[in-house]
């Protein structure tokens, strides 16, 4: 009888795993590659995957920033401002002149580390709602650009700063490896190392239940101030990789908070937090990459695509929250959730949720 359990719990848990996004989000993106594939044929050729891949990193990147974020609770809405802000910020201090390259790229990621601080000391401290904090920082932030410029951004980017996200390192096959792609992969294993560190576990603990945290000696405050940190640097280094090929305007960011918002509900992180891993978040941003090509290769009216971008973003809530439901109702208080991110096997129940206290990886 036993064995019979064991047995029906692993069934449980493959058909949990099987049912949530973050299994759907990777058969999401295999198919929208194979229908693009079969309309394009070149696109499966290396030299046009590497082109794909550069124009996704700066969105996984941006993921990767929105992730932390939204897997401790909260919101960021400030990424999108913060991307244009930066961009216009770094062409009118450089103007084409390469030796002010390097001073800009830090003086940006002091501001990228200075918006998340008020982001996150505001929210935490002053318990102002994220939502509302980060929507009025992205106010501010456009509203200052826009008084700076006068409406009209002035100055030009050093070819030092566009070759992040424009060039690549040379090869016969793939003909260039993207420089963005190489920064977005390294983004991307850093963030996995960090979820599976003590304070990847602690951050979807808080999100998961943050009374529970604070009572288990987490300072909550830190941990989710942290996170809003590292989504502004994210949004730096994204701005960086997009002043590549965009041009020096104050709407480079527009929307770009919402496109990073459904990035990772494609991925199946729930809204709300405690659920969800790093890379299915960034699959999740490699399938919006991949839906919007297959958009521009059926030839879709620009002005249909925000209708479709909505549609997506419902869709893919409703598929989180249903598997968030189903994993929070069936497994009995003290058993293992087939549906956790992997290291929450040990849990405590607090009230209806349960935080994580096995010293075992998890959310990567």
Do not use: C, K
Request: aromatic share 6%; no cysteine.
């Amino acid at each position: 009888m036993s064995g019979l359990r064991e047995r029906s719990g692993a069934l449980a848990g493959l058909m949990g795993r099987l049912t949530t996004g973050t299994a759907t989000v990777f058969a999401l993106l295999v198919s929208v590659l194979v229908v693009i594939t079969i309309l394009n044929p070149s696109f499966a050729e290396p030299p046009s995957l590497m082109t794909f891949l550069r124009a996704a990193a700066p969105l996984v990147v941006l993921a990767i920033g929105q992730y932390l974020v939204i897997v401790s609770g909260e919101f960021d809405l400030s990424v999108g401002a913060l991307v244009g802000a930066q961009v216009v910020v770094a062409a009118r201090l450089i103007d084409g002149m390469e030796e002010r390259t390097w001073p800009v790229l830090l003086l940006m990621m002091g501001l990228g580390v200075l918006v998340g601080l008020v982001n996150g000391l505001v929210t935490t401290l002053l318990r102002v709602p994220s939502f509302i904090t980060t929507l009025g920082t992205q106010l501010v932030l456009f509203g200052a650009v826009r008084l700076w410029t006068g409406g009209a951004p002035t100055g030009a980017l050093s070819e030092g700063f566009r070759r992040w996200g424009r060039m690549g390192i040379d090869m016969p096959v793939l003909r260039q490896l993207p420089y963005a792609l190489l920064i977005a992969l390294v983004v991307a294993g850093l963030a996995a190392l960090l979820m599976r560190s003590p304070f990847g576990r602690t951050l979807i603990a808080t999100g998961d239940n943050d009374t529970a945290a604070a009572f288990a000696g987490v300072r909550v405050w830190r941990v989710r101030t942290i996170a809003f940190v590292l989504s502004s640097l994210m949004a730096t280094l994204a701005a960086v990789l997009i002043g590549g090929f965009a041009g020096v305007t104050a709407q480079v960011g527009d929307g770009l908070e919402f496109t990073a918002i459904t990035a990772v509900v494609l991925g199946g992180v729930v809204l709300g937090g405690g659920r969800g891993t790093v890379t299915a978040a960034i699959a999740g941003a490699l399938a919006y990459q991949a839906i919007q090509r297959l958009f521009t290769q059926l030839a879709l009216p620009s002005t249909a695509r925000p209708t479709l971008q909505g549609l997506i973003i419902i869709a893919a809530v409703a598929w989180a929250a249903r598997g968030s439901s189903r994993a929070t109702t069936s497994p009995p208080a003290g058993h293992d959730d087939p549906t956790d991110p992997p290291g929450t096997a040990a849990t405590a129940g607090v009230g209806d949720r349960h935080i994580a206290t096995s010293p075992a990886p998890a959310g990567d």
